[in-house]
């Protein structure tokens, strides 16, 4: 039921970035829930958070509700408090995300060829674990790791999503250039950057739909 990679190794594991990989996440419903908050001041968060959340994941080995809401505050400059995050989580998790183009066939035959499937997402369990039930895509998965037990690029994140495999019996699959294709490369696991908009270079194993991974297994 195993493959080769064209870089020689068999894969046996395939571990998922969620969003913006497997879904496509739905940035409005934030943006709407703030706006209700912080009013004008907004503007200043909603384009600097995306900044301020892959600082705090460079730095802290996982996401803990009451260094977020700190870390936020010193960031920002704007009151957070653990009601605003908890607030926050739940809009997240309410969200119906649409999959990415070509997920539901990479998933049905990836599992349909008996590899093991697992996401790795760094973000709170909950809202994450409802977003991927609202998605029908939690049949799929034989486990699903998040951001509170451990944070991706820590080596501890895919340590676990790897779980009994070894590291060169795995192939990460996401969006983020660094979390999912440099570390995952420098720990010697597989790695496919989902490139959909074609920007990373040409030199690096990149996909622009999800299904074009059933091409190399």
């Given at each position: ?21 497997l879904?496509?996440k ?12 912080y ?9 600097g ?13 996982k996401?803990?509700?009451d ?78 790791y ?13 340590i ?25 490369r420098?720990?010697?696991?597989g790695?496919?950057l ?9 030199s ?13 297994f």
């Amino acid at each position: 039921i195993y493959s080769y990679f064209f870089w020689g190794n068999i894969m046996k594991k395939f571990i998922f970035a969620l969003d913006d990989t497997l879904l496509t996440k739905n940035y409005n419903l934030e943006k709407e829930y703030f706006e209700s908050i912080y009013g004008n001041d907004s503007t200043k968060l909603l384009n600097g958070l995306s900044v301020y959340l892959n600082s705090y994941e460079n730095s802290y080995s996982k996401y803990d509700r009451d260094k977020l809401c700190r870390y936020l505050n010193y960031v920002s400059g704007l009151k957070f408090t653990l009601e605003i995050i908890d607030g926050w989580n739940e809009v997240i998790g309410n969200q119906h995300c649409k999959t990415e183009e070509g997920t539901i066939e990479l998933l049905e035959y990836l599992k349909g060829k008996g590899y093991s499937l697992s996401i790795l997402t760094n973000w709170f369990r909950e809202p994450q674990i409802k977003k991927i039930q609202n998605a029908g895509l939690i049949e799929y998965f034989d486990d699903i790791y998040t951001g509170d037990e451990v944070l991706k690029p820590n080596k501890e994140a895919y340590i676990c999503a790897k779980d009994r495999f070894s590291f060169n019996d795995c192939v990460v699959i996401g969006d983020d250039l660094r979390k999912d294709y440099m570390v995952p490369r420098e720990l010697n696991m597989g790695a496919i950057l989902y490139d959909k908009t074609d920007l990373q270079r040409s030199s690096i194993v990149k996909v622009k739909r999800m299904n074009e991974i059933m091409e190399k297994f």
